[in-house]
């Protein structure tokens, strides 16, 4: 556009005037930046006084263990009649565990962000050509059979040699992506379940471990049981044994211990360079008593964080803090060694304790039958809240 006469006397008469606004602008300039050194400096001084304050912005990673049970009207995600995979003692469904319904229309909901819903295909796509095993007590057989039954909606897979057992090491293959997963049932992450030695992992684990891309560690409620305990040749303890001259060796210390010699093994594992993941503690959910004098789960909604029931017990509280310990231990001895992310921390503690209406309680048998665990407050009805876990599982193999 051309411009036009009253136009071209303004530009003529600017520059006098242009003069004295550059050498404004400029003193205003320098007098917002030694303003705004010293206010940087202030913010340092606050900061070195204040560690305990942490500010958090849009660009901050979520911490997806922190958050509510929201309603969720298109859960589950696969039901008995889909998934061929569920152990019949988590079968809430088949066995008419009431108010199920409402129960399972639930899903996890991170204060701050969102995480994504489970996509089985990308969870295929991301271990393909990879194997995945699940390391720890029948929680984590528990938990595999969850994520096989999330999958289930893209892929079947076949068990490799085919075991009629509980307590047993079995795998499975997805011929189309070319992935196994595995579970390794040793629930003091050691050989033998009444002698347990601290320093020395079960080698049926360790001695296979090398073969596997992904490890998903868990293990807490069997160190509650009466046990040995020994480490370095010697006899340490015991924990809840029953012998008044035993010296008594607390549930978390050991629990500690074993994390400590697990999570040594994984990283000093010959040939082994894969991910660890170490979820920690899911609590039980026994009320008014134990597993064997009457205890029960009658819940039948989440609880919310602010509720006292949110709130881990004290046995709880104590394994948690241990693993997390131990978990940080191990984490930072890989990224000394130029590994970092090489063990990853899944913790699931407070998002499960808000969960006691999701355990199968006297729903996983029929009434008749007379069956050893009767009351289950431990594991986790299928479909139900363990299927979160596949999220988190996906979330942070690809974060």
């Known amino acids: 556009m051309k411009p036009n006469s009253s136009s071209s006397q303004q530009v003529v008469v600017r520059p006098a005037a242009s003069t004295t606004g550059l050498l404004f602008v400029l003193l205003l300039v320098a007098f917002t930046a030694c303003n705004y050194s ?62 199920l319904a409402s129960i399972l229309r639930w899903r996890w909901q991170p204060h701050g962000c969102d995480l994504p819903r489970f996509d089985p295909a990308a969870f295929l796509r991301l271990v393909r050509h990879r194997s995945m095993a699940f390391v720890g007590d029948s929680v ?21 040699q085919p075991k009629d057992c509980i307590h047993c090491t079995r795998s499975y293959h997805y011929h189309e992506h070319n992935f196994t997963v595995t579970v390794f049932w040793t629930p003091f992450l050691f050989m033998d379940p009444h002698n347990v030695y601290l320093d020395e992992p079960d080698p049926e684990w360790a001695n296979a471990i090398a073969g596997y891309d992904y490890v998903v560690l868990n293990g807490a409620k069997w160190f509650t049981r009466p046990v040995v305990l020994h480490e370095g040749g010697r006899v ?52 008014n008593g134990k597993w064997y004098d009457g205890g ?11 509720e006292a029931a949110a709130a881990l017990p004290e046995t709880g509280a104590a394994f948690h803090a241990a693993q997390v310990e131990e978990f940080r231990a191990a984490a930072a001895g890989a990224a000394s060694l ?17 969960r006691g209406d999701g355990h199968p309680g006297q729903y996983g048998h029929w009434p008749h039958e007379k069956v050893g665990f009767g009351i289950d407050c431990v594991h986790w009805c299928l479909p139900g809240p363990i299927d979160a876990w596949g999220e988190l599982l996906l979330h942070l193999l690809t974060n």
């Open 38 to 99: 010293s206010l940087i400096r202030t913010d340092r001084l606050l900061d070195a006084a204040s560690p305990h304050v942490k500010t958090t912005s849009a660009a901050s990673a979520c911490d997806v263990t922190r958050g509510e049970w929201v309603p969720d009207p298109s859960a589950p995600y696969y039901t008995n009649a889909t998934c061929p995979f569920i152990d019949g003692r988590q079968d809430c469904i088949k066995y008419g565990k009431p108010e």
């Open 140 to 160: 984590a057989r528990n938990h595999m059979q969850s994520l096989m039954c999330l999958l289930s909606k893209v892929e079947y897979p076949q068990e490799i």
């Open 236 to 287: 340490l303890g015991c924990s809840d044994c029953g012998d008044p001259n035993a010296t008594y060796v607390p549930p978390h210390v050991a629990v500690r211990a074993a994390f400590r010699t697990a999570l040594r093994a994984l990283r000093d594992a010959p040939g082994f360079r894969g991910r660890v993941v170490v979820r920690t503690v899911a609590p039980p959910h026994y009320e």
């Open 296 to 306: 029960n789960c009658l819940r039948t909604r989440p609880v919310r964080s602010d």
């Open 338 to 354: 130029d590994e970092p992310g090489r063990f990853v921390l899944m913790d699931v503690s407070e998002m499960m304790q808000m």
